[in-house]
């Protein structure tokens, strides 16, 4: 079975930089595009930005120029670095598939960006 746990989040103050990971066990990862999502109290969940197989990224207008996602086929994980954080940041944030999307998502793992 697929399994999708994500970690790293936590409070930080804006302007801080937060690095989230997730470890994907059980697919064959390396042949899938990957990517971050997040999901604000009252709002869609939205995704934050995705890495091909090949590694070329893309990323969601709010977050240009700020984060940063990559992926180690090696140890099966792709890292979310994000910097420069600001409030509207603050969601709960999941890794999954990009384009075709595993049904069972992880337990995301809390930012929350305040002072």
């Known amino acids: 079975q697929v399994q999708l746990v994500e970690s790293g989040g936590g409070l930080v103050q804006p302007g801080g930089s937060l690095r989230l990971s997730c470890l994907v066990s059980g697919s064959i990862f390396s042949l899938y595009a990957m990517g971050w999502y997040r999901q604000a109290p009252g709002k869609q969940r939205e995704l934050v930005a995705h890495i091909t197989s090949g590694g070329t990224t893309n990323y969601a207008d709010s977050v240009k120029g700020r984060f940063a996602i990559s992926r180690d086929n090696r140890k099966r994980t792709v890292t979310l670095q994000m910097n420069s954080l600001k409030p509207e940041d603050t969601a709960v944030y999941y890794c999954?598939?990009?384009?075709?999307?595993?049904?069972?998502w992880g337990q995301g793992t809390q930012v929350t960006v305040s002072s």
């Open positions: 999954n598939r990009f384009g075709s999307t595993l049904s069972s």
